[in-house]
């Protein structure tokens, strides 16, 4: 009796979880896949870093990146890089970044991106930066973004795709 109550109980909380893997380069949790990850190397006392990917929403509804937390940094904020009037500002995205049904969002320097606030150590060329991405639907998946050199501007196997 007990061993049926306890395999029910696992087969409800496995069937609540939505398992996260990665397939060619691709995380994929449910319906949102995230690919291409980077970070750039940063300056020695550098207060901030960037981090970048992309992400494609499969699925029939709309999602959003709600948080990111990060070990390498206190205060991970998801940005946008827009114009306003004739000059580029800044601006944290405090509700998130939607991801509608069928699209794909890229986060890339001077665009959207994930700024790592008050970073606790310099990001080094070779190295990674591990993150959590917390979705409002798809959930919580773990990514690990590649440290790149200061001027990348994609992974190198996707560099001018």
Excluded: Y
């Amino acid at each position: 009796m007990i061993r049926i109550l306890f395999s029910a109980a696992l087969a409800a909380i496995l069937a609540l979880s939505v398992p996260a893997f990665a397939h060619d380069g691709t995380t994929h949790l449910g319906p949102i896949n995230i690919s291409q990850p980077f970070s750039r190397a940063t300056l020695p006392n550098a207060p901030v870093g960037g981090g970048f990917f992309t992400i494609e929403n499969t699925g029939a509804e709309a999602d959003r990146l709600v948080s990111v937390t990060s070990p390498a940094s206190p205060d991970v904020q998801i940005h946008e890089m827009a114009m306003q009037g004739d000059v580029m500002k800044m601006r944290k995205l405090s509700d998130g970044l939607e991801i509608g049904p069928g699209e794909t969002v890229t986060l890339s320097p001077g665009g959207l991106h994930l700024m790592f606030m008050g970073i606790t150590q310099r990001f080094v060329e070779g190295e990674t930066i591990p993150v959590t991405l917390t979705f409002e639907k798809a959930g919580t998946v773990e990514l690990e973004l590649p440290v790149l050199s200061p001027a990348a501007a994609a992974p190198a196997d996707h560099a001018g795709h």
